[in-house]
């Protein structure tokens, strides 16, 4: 008696592939969805990592930057933004890209997909967009730049000495000085809303002189003076550092910065005047440091 043929067997006699073989789609799909569920989670647990008690809920609309304290961090504030949308903006498409190829080239069967040699309009995507992304960034970034590093007639003169492991501050207008050591920082006080010349060097390594507030910072060099000017514009205290990696003693090269009205950096001009600290000083002999079980002078490794 014939039988009829199987549907999964042609009259050829070729084995045609079973439609059994899509069942794994959903373990596929499981699979997409533990994977997307992970990387939500990674970005949450690194979006909360970034939080905390000093920024408060508003360093959301600065993204992730302090208060501002100076008249530069508006130029500096808008190309963060910017390379944050620049940022955002090739993410989204690269995302999107890999989001599309794996729904829409998922494995749905046995069958080897269509096989093809190259996309033109693919290609000339991933090439030309590098190229303007770069280009525009650099564009912006050259822009504030020359903004940020504008030269404008200081009221004050403030002459920074960076040295291992502490600062020193002279005034020269007032002839005094503020100098810290590695147990005890030293305050830099400045008026509000007078711009201020800042002269940095170094009587040993490179440094680098940073306030966050100011969202400004430059490279303290030794045998180069580098100087910039800026103009605080809010009272308050806050918190300076030195953003190189100078040695064994970098962490502890902090000082605070007080920006205060006139009359009360008149007030501190006199009370260092008064407790002998006139003239300008140069950077103290750096401490002694114990490496391992051997002493160390200037903070160096002995050999």
Known sequence: MPTSPSPTTPSDGRTRPSRRA????????????????????IAGVATLAGCNVETGLGSWS???????ASDRA????????GFWIAAACVGALV?????FAIIRYRKRDERAPRQTQYNLPLEILYTAAPFIVVFVLFAYTIHGQDEINKKVDPQVTVDVVAWKWSWTFNYPDANV???GEPEQFPVLYLPVDEPVQFNLSSSDVIHSFWVPAFYFKMDVVPGRHNSFTMTPTKIGEFAGKCAELCGAGHSQMLFTVRIVTRAQFDVEMARLKSI??????PAPKAPMIIVGTTTADNGEEPK
């Open 177 to 179: 000085y503020e100098t």
């Open 22 to 41: 899509g069942r794994g789609q959903p373990a596929r799909r499981r699979a997409v969805r533990l994977w997307l569920l992970g990387v939500a989670v």
């Open 74 to 81: 508006p130029y500096m504030f808008h190309l963060w933004v």
């Open 276 to 281: 002998g600290q006139t003239g300008q000083a």
């Open 95 to 99: 995302w999107g890209m890999i989001i």
């Open 62 to 68: 600065r993204l992730g930057l302090p208060p501002a």
